[in-house]
Every structure is written in C-alpha cells, then in structure tokens.
C-alpha cells in the first residue's frame, strides 16, 4: 500500500465547503494503510453550517481515523515535541 506505516497529523479548519472532499482524502490515506490522526480547529468542533453540523463531521472523522480528533494546543503540542507525525 502507498502510505503503509507512514503516522499522518491531517489539520482540517473552518472551509466548510472542502470537508466533504477532506472525508474523501482521508479515506483514501487510510485505504492505503496511513495511521492517520484528525486534527480539528475550534470551529470544525463547535460550528453547524449549511455544509452539515459539527458533530457530523467529528464522528465521520473519528470513524474514518479510528481515533479521536485532537482539538486542543496542549494535545497537539506533545504529539509535536516527539516529532511522530508528518502533518498536512
């Protein structure tokens, strides 16, 4: 597989009118055998639009990914500081 073993932080923030094609890109990481962990801005977590409601999209990221989305600094900053994702 493409991305067999490769530990991806994919960022995803409010352009509500992409998420539908960022679930398409994370599928397709995950198909091809990425450990992909979501990592959300603040408005993704909180913020309903006409594209879908927060919560949607939150339990389509953590079906997808298997893992919870990380959505605070101090979160992130320890995945950061042991450098073992690639983020995109």
């Known amino acids: 597989m493409e991305f067999d073993g490769l530990k991806i932080g994919f960022a995803i923030t409010g352009s509500y009118c992409t998420l539908h094609e960022i679930i398409k890109i994370l599928k397709h990481l995950v198909d091809e055998g990425a450990d992909v962990t979501p990592i959300i ?27 919870k989305p990380i959505h605070t600094i101090p979160k992130l ?4 500081l042991r450098r073992c994702l690639i983020v995109l």
Not at 77 to 80: A, D, H
């Open 41 to 67: 801005s603040y408005s993704v977590e909180s913020v309903d639009t006409r594209f879908g409601k927060a919560e949607d999209w939150m339990r389509q990221f953590q079906e997808i990914t298997k893992k």
């Open 77 to 80: 900053s320890r995945l950061g």
